[in-house]
């Protein structure tokens, strides 16, 4: 899952984003409001941690004019405002979730992960696709109950297919889930995933659509 | 309140009714013998008077030959009865009133003693006026009980003591009413602070407060400001502290757990690392708060002479260090000694502040220039830098508590300006923040008379 997270200060940020990396996301940093505007216009980011007392453009500014570009990627505030009024106010600009500093880091990406379950609108913490389910906090997989060991772009790329299970997603799609900033993606890094994920979770599971992109099919085809 | 035994009203009321009683039996006592002694004189001389009448009606009817016979004097008076008379011819009683004795009511035994005596007779205490008559074998005696005077004296006493008796009652009755109006202002205020809730800190309205009580209620209104302002600047203590730690807080958690879980050795130091830092930046936010906090709740501080030039040089020498680590490269200018009147830790404080906002906002390699000397008899501390300089239209922001210059890639408090100008107000200092025509950077002039001799506080 990759993450825009939104934080002037720097040791927090850098330990915000030092923190998620290790719990398996994938971290964008910006440090002021104007330049997480333009990225959250800019990229499909899977969700989005957002300080408000951000310079030049204030965190609440950056959600209000998100939302009115109909921008849905779901918005964790992350903010040292804990008056009820500052709750309701963020609540109410468009965050899907107001946590006020301190946060536990495993409790930051447990809300980030429940979410972008919500945006998805799966009701269960694990993301099931035929016999294959996947469990994002424990960052496990089994098919048909049997362990199944994946590497971390595996993961994540079949993260991001059974989130959007049953669209067609493009290559150039699935590289912005997939790499953060200043990670080299090669030119068919996506199709080499894709191959091992077919091999170790057989082949009926992602489609190809020539031309177009990838797509998962949640239920098994009907014989 | 306490109880009625220390009563301003009781107290008053008790105070005035028994000076007013000690004064009327004081008055009585004086009127008594006053009365009795002009009573006496009066009484006394009609006892003379009347010796004499018979002393003359004596020399005219000696012949007479009614030796040792009682003549009935008519009572023609109600306090008759009470007078006899004798009158001796040759030792021998040639008349008497009916109520006189036998023998002389006066000198019995003794000799004769003209003038007036107090005896005992039958029991009874007589007032007798003894003279001779015209020739000296005659000896008249008049006497009156003083019983009966007594009886005048008490006469003309109960028609000035009754009076006085009765109005003393109405008096305390009119005294309370008096008093208890009087005293209604200190009554209203007692019940008006009774009722107030104990947190409320508004002004005490009191109309019409009398002279006596009127610098009372100034002093608590005055009391209620300045503890409103305490509790205010307390309450924004607590709320400015507990926001803004958050921030360092929420950065020394997440390092703390990065460095927790991560297995990388480098990764893992940078993390204690950057922990480390937080926890830095955390007690240099809080030192500042609580000088910031101090500087507001505090009065006047305690000023004494110094040598600014001594205090500016000290500071420049603990900050140098860090200039040098960023290849700055910092000088002072303070050849004279300047004495001024301060408070030597809250200018050491604003000293510092300034040139280690210099320090800290000026790049590698800049050139800072701190300058103390006297002009046109102010007292002037300059700091320039060559640093990037703050725009016209932040300048005035300046001072805001929390107000941060966004993008500078430092991480102030946001307090150090408004503690500046704290100090400096109060040391009736102007703070002056401009370009620096030397250095090309920011320049902030502290200036104000600061007189050595304490006139300035």
Partial sequence: ?223 | MTPASHSLQRRLLMLVLGVVASVWVATAVLTWFDARHELDELLDGHLAQAAAILVVQQGQEMGDDNHGQGVDAPSLHRYAPKVAFQVFHEGRLAMRSANAPQQPMAGANDDFKAGFETVQIEGAAWRVFSAYGSESDVQVYVGEETHSRANILWAVLRSTLLPMAVALPLLALALWWAIHRSVAPMRRLGLTLARRQPDALDPLALDGAPAEIAPMVDALNGLFERIGGLIESERRFTADASHELRTPIAAIRAQAQVALGEADDALRRHALNQTLEGCDRAIHLVDQLLTLSRLEASAVPVMADLDLSALVRQVVADVAPKAIGKGQSLELDAAEAVMVSGNATLLTVLVRNLVDNAVRYSPHAAHIRVTVQRRNGQVCLQVDDSGPGVPESVRKRLGERFFRITGTGESGSGLGWSIVRRIATVHRMTLQVDHSAELGGLAVLVSGTLQADGRSH
């Fill in chain 1, 1 to 223: 899952m990759r993450i825009l997270l939104a934080e002037d200060d720097s040791l927090l940020g850098d330990g915000l984003r030092a923190g998620l990396r290790q719990l398996g996301f994938q971290v964008d940093w910006v440090r002021d409001g104007e330049a997480a505007e333009r990225e959250l216009r800019a990229q499909p980011y899977t969700a989005a941690v957002l300080d408000l007392g951000l310079p030049r453009k204030d965190g609440l500014q950056v959600l209000a004019a998100i939302r009115q570009a109909r921008i849905a990627t779901p918005v964790l505030v992350l903010t040292a405002r804990d008056t009820v009024p500052d709750r309701i106010r963020g609540l109410d600009t468009g965050a899907d979730d107001y946590v006020v500093k301190p946060v536990d880091l495993h409790e930051l990406a447990a809300r980030l992960r429940a979410l972008v379950r919500r945006a998805h609108g799966q009701p269960q913490e694990c993301l099931t696709a035929q016999d294959v389910v996947l469990d994002p906090a424990s960052r496990t997989v089994r098919r048909s109950d049997v362990p199944i060991a994946l590497s971390t772009r595996e993961f994540d790329l079949l993260q991001a297919f059974m989130l959007s299970a049953g669209r067609v997603l493009s290559r150039e799609q699935l590289e912005q889930q997939l790499y953060s900033w200043g990670q080299e993606v090669d030119s068919n890094a996506i199709e080499v995933h894709i191959h091992n994920l077919r091999r170790k979770l057989g082949s009926n599971l992602i489609h190809t659509v020539r031309g177009v992109g990838y797509m998962l099919q949640r239920e098994a085809p009907s014989a």
